[in-house]
Nanobody
């Protein structure tokens, strides 16, 4: 079974930065998939945050995180990253890493992703 593991979350003050990481056990799967981050706050639906296609020739971001978050990947290490700067209270959520069935395009919907991690919690105060 493919294992997906997020890390790097924590409790931070508004305006601070965090970098999330996501590792996938199956390198072959990782290299052939667009990868994305989603987030979900209590009582709210899961939403797309940022994604990158399999060769990192394209990225996509939710409007609310543009110019603050940066998504990247290291295919040799089968690792996905999300650099989060100038964090706001509304960024508080559990952040999930997901792999899609699409290599080139970056889907925005949950149904397009078939491998998910358990998530890592990000809490912003201030």
């Amino acid at each position: 079974q493919v294992q997906v593991l997020e890390s790097g979350g924590g409790l931070v003050q508004a305006g601070d930065s965090l970098r999330l990481s996501c590792t996938i056990s199956d390198e072959r799967v990782f290299r052939s998939c667009a990868m994305s981050w989603f987030r979900q706050a209590p009582g709210k639906t899961r939403e797309f945050v940022a994604g990158v296609n399999y060769r990192a020739t394209d990225t996509a971001y939710a409007y609310s995180v543009q110019d603050r978050f940066t998504v990247s990947r290291d295919n040799d290490k089968a690792t996905l990253y999300l650099q989060m700067n100038n964090l706001r209270l509304e960024d508080t959520a559990r952040y999930f890493c997901a792999a899609s069935r699409s290599p080139l395009l970056i889907p925005k919907t949950e149904a397009s992703y078939h491998h998910w991690g358990q998530g890592t919690q990000v809490t912003v105060w201030g």
